[in-house]
T-cell receptor, first 106, second 117 residues
């Protein structure tokens, strides 16, 4: 299985801050990476797919980059509704696997 | 807007079989991939497996000996059966549509299944 490692596991930020979350794959996954946001008690919502493609309806302050083994999710200016947990997910090979999550709190 | 809704018992006894159904509405279940995922309390996400509308399946090897995913396109639903459950199978179970480009665009709200005698 491909292991996905996110860092940091948690971080504190303020409204207006720029936040960067990193995801590293245990082997190259080309650009087969997606990012999700999850709020307590809710299902995850996709933000980014194929490493850098913004999903329909997602605000432009979210962006993704990377290829191979190293990827980043950047939130350019944190908004109150962005405080949540973020997960990466690879689709290069099955089983599809997720990172452990990054909790972004105030 | 496509919607998915999980249904099934919220409590299953150890060694018994967990059965869940996901009903798809607001779009066609045909020509698409459909998936089951789970999230143990306070933990990350695990993909259990997925099924194509034509019936082909792909299971997580860690669970493959215990799971069956099936689909009934006439009823616009797909199902999960997980046998011989233990406390380790306690989790929120999600159904989701799996896009062929590799991500999950639509999710059910999730259903908590507890394994307890």
């Amino acid at each position: 299985d491909i292991q996905m490692t996110q860092s940091p596991s948690s971080l504190s930020a303020a409204v207006g801050d720029s936040v960067t979350i990193t995801c590293r794959a245990s082997q190259s996954i080309s650009g087969y990476l997606s990012w999700y946001q999850q709020k307590p008690g809710k299902a995850p919502k996709v933000l980014i797919h194929t490493a850098s493609s913004l999903y329909s309806g997602v605000p432009g302050r979210f962006s993704g980059s990377g290829s191979g083994t190293d990827f980043t999710l950047t939130i350019s200016s944190m908004q109150p509704e962005d405080f949540a947990t973020y997960f990466c997910q690879q689709s290069y090979s099955t089983p599809l696997t997720f990172g452990g999550g990054t909790r972004v709190e105030i | 807007q496509m919607q998915l809704q999980e249904s099934g018992p919220g409590l299953v006894k150890p060694s018994e079989t967990l059965s869940l159904t996901c009903t798809v509405s607001g779009g066609s279940i045909n020509n698409a991939y459909w998936s089951w995922l789970r999230q143990a309390p306070g933990k990350g996400l695990e993909c259990i497996g997925y099924i194509y509308s034509g019936g082909d399946t792909n299971y997580n090897p860690s669970l493959a000996s215990r799971i069956t995913i099936s689909i009934d396109t006439s009823k616009s639903h797909f199902s999960l059966r997980l046998s011989s459950v233990t406390a380790a199978d306690t989790a929120v179970y999600y159904c989701a549509k799996y896009d062929s480009t590799g991500f999950f665009p639509y999710w059910g709200q999730g259903t908590l299944v507890s394994v307890n005698s």
